[in-house]
């Protein structure tokens, strides 16, 4: 029970850093493309506007100053790297006929090839994209058509770079957080832990020593019984000590399910459910209702038989319990890929969204007048949850059509 808590806080844990790492990534790789997209396009926009102006500009025309009589304003860092940049461009006329072309970079493309590559970008109708190693922009003047291209092999490595220096140095610190996360785990789950054992070793504690007041209360009021007539006040006492030791002993099996370690073995689980659904036959008859039950045949499972027994005869109880007057019950036993799944279906009152979680939890009565009247004192459905738990399943109700149904499926 404690290395579960401690694992499943600690995968909490790890699934938060993982998913802030993501998101970090994500923010962080966005705003530097739309950064970097957005310098692009003002970078190929000043080659543009130099061309228009002076031609293809040298290194001596990369100046703001010497872009012509009118400088171009535009941020000083799209500037300094304009600068830096490598840039390609093949001027069209206005019939798509290369008329200059601009390839002084070492790019290991010939002519013929930057041009070829050009006119497919004309081609393709878009003013402005990305290509594997190149960005573009396509201006059109007078009596030209100019598709200029930036190299951005540089820059998409240094990206790539950011990505997986970010990826590797988030994947250390998620690992070293999270060795500090199990060692303080354990530091903040001690007293939780330490106070949860305390709890269980009270109430087994208790209800063992309450067993004997309990035994002898009953003894001596059925002796007196026996020398008495009929007293209201005796039969108080014996219907409040029966009460008692009820919730004493459903304490204790809760107890020792928490603590017991269960004995597994291999079960037939259709001629459990049957053995143990047919004995309420003879209660709902008194009632005035109908049983039925759906077993499949031959389901074998390894289990904990006890506490299987316990759990159909806790759920076909409260489906009786709580059915409506002439209403009809159905447990039922099926299994599917592997797990079983039990129901216990009776017509009754539909239980409020709210409750239904709550419902599980000890001593928890949503109408606390008739769960007493049934003899039922808000522990059957937990101890009935504590042996779906042991046998890592999971239990729950849902209302439908005028039906409570409590299913488990282990």
């Known amino acids: 029970m404690k290395s579960k808590s401690r694992l499943r806080l600690i995968v909490i844990i790890m699934m938060f850093l993982?998913?802030?790492?993501?998101?970090?990534?994500?923010?962080?790789?966005?705003?530097?493309?739309?950064?970097?997209?957005?310098?692009?396009?003002?970078?190929?926009?000043?080659?543009?506007?130099?061309?228009?102006?002076?031609?293809?500009?040298?290194?001596?025309?990369?100046?703001?100053?010497?872009?012509?009589?009118?400088?171009?304003?535009?941020?000083?860092?799209?500037?300094?790297n304009f600068q830096v940049s490598t840039f390609y461009a093949v001027a069209f006329d206005l019939d798509g006929n290369p008329i200059d072309i601009l390839n002084d970079a070492p790019s290991g493309f010939s002519d013929e090839e930057l041009t070829a590559y050009a006119k497919n970008l004309l081609d393709s109708g878009q003013t402005y994209g990305e290509g594997e190693t190149v960005t573009y922009l396509i201006t059109q003047g007078d009596d030209y058509i100019l598709v200029t291209m930036m190299d951005t092999v540089l820059m998409d490595l240094t990206i790539s770079y950011l990505i997986k220096n970010m990826v590797v140095f988030g994947l250390v610190s998620i690992v070293i957080l999270s060795i500090l996360a199990f060692i303080l785990s354990g530091w903040v789950m001690k007293p939780i832990e330490t106070a949860y054992e305390k709890q269980k070793q009270f109430i087994s504690d208790a209800g063992h020593e309450l067993k004997t007041p309990i035994s002898?209360?009953?003894?001596?009021?059925?002796?007196?019984?026996?020398?008495?007539?009929?007293?209201?006040?005796?039969?108080?006492?014996?219907?409040?000590?029966?009460?008692?030791?009820?919730?004493?002993?459903?304490?204790?099996?809760?107890?020792?399910?928490?603590?017991?370690?269960p004995v597994m073995s291999e079960v037939n689980l259709s001629e459990l459910a049957l053995a143990n659904i047919m004995p309420f036959e003879a209660t709902a008859y008194e009632r005035g209702l109908e049983l039925n039950y759906e077993i499949d045949d031959n389901i074998m499972k390894t289990c904990d038989s006890s506490n299987i027994e316990k759990l159909v005869s806790i759920l076909t109880d409260n489906a009786i319990s709580h059915c409506t007057s002439g209403g009809s019950i159905l447990i039922s036993l099926s299994e599917d890929s592997g797990k079983v799944l039990l129901t216990a279906s009776n017509t009754g009152e539909e239980i409020p969204v709210n409750e239904r979680e709550m419902i599980f939890e000890r001593f928890y009565k949503s109408d606390q007048s008739r769960a007493e009247n049934h003899g039922h004192y808000g522990l059957d459905l937990s101890i009935?949850?504590?042996?779906?738990?042991?046998?890592?399943?999971?239990?729950?109700?849902?209302?439908?059509?005028?039906?409570?149904?409590?299913?488990?499926?282990?």
Request: proline share 4%.
């Open 216 to 261: 002898t209360i009953s003894a001596n009021a059925e002796l007196l019984s026996r020398d008495m007539q009929s007293n209201p006040w005796l039969e108080n006492i014996k219907y409040e000590n029966e009460r008692m030791s009820t919730i004493v002993h459903q304490l204790l099996d809760l107890a020792r399910l928490e603590n017991i370690k």
């Open 18 to 80: 993982v998913a802030i790492m993501f998101a970090t990534l994500a923010i962080i790789y966005g705003t530097t493309k739309i950064q970097t997209t957005k310098e692009s396009k003002e970078m190929l926009q000043i080659f543009a506007d130099s061309y228009d102006i002076n031609g293809f500009p040298d290194s001596s025309q990369l100046a703001p100053l010497n872009l012509g009589e009118a400088p171009i304003t535009t941020p000083s860092t799209s500037f300094h």
């Open 384 to 410: 009935a949850k504590a042996i779906v738990t042991e046998h890592s399943g999971k239990i729950w109700v849902d209302c439908n059509a005028g039906n409570v149904i409590f299913s488990a499926k282990f």
